[in-house]
């Protein structure tokens, strides 16, 4: 049954970072691309970006491109999100999400308030 935990959100003021990670189990973390996703609070769920298996590749919405970095480790099973330059408006509940299947946990939120 495949499993994926959301950590490290929390409370950052603005102009700080957070680094969210994702746990996976379940499946073979490695053969799946992984994406994040958050959704804000009354609003719809935004695609933040993915990374390929291997973790070579990665995309980004345009709009966080060059504050938000995907990674990952396969030997962990670890999703990783690097979120720098916050601002109020990355208020939202954050997502791992398996590509193939669609699954994902049940998030972490992030506020982001001074």
């Known amino acids: 049954q495949e499993k994926l935990v959301e950590s490290g959100g929390g409370l950052v003021q603005p102009g700080g970072s957070l680094r969210l990670s994702c746990a996976a189990s379940?499946?073979?973390?490695?053969?799946?691309?992984m994406r994040w996703v958050r959704q804000a609070p009354g609003k719809g769920l935004e695609w933040i970006g993915s990374?390929?298996?291997?973790?070579?590749?990665?995309t980004y919405a345009d709009s966080l491109k060059g504050r938000f970095a995907i990674s990952r480790d396969n030997a962990k099973n670890r999703l990783y999100l690097q979120m720098n330059s916050l601002t109020p408006e990355d208020t939202a509940v954050y997502y791992c999400?398996?590509?193939?299947?669609?699954?994902r946990g049940q998030g972490t939120p992030v506020t982001v308030s001074s």
């Open positions: 999400v398996e590509e193939p299947s669609g699954t």
């Open positions: 990374i390929s298996r291997g973790g070579t590749t990665t």
């Open positions: 379940g499946f073979t973390f490695s053969s799946s691309s």
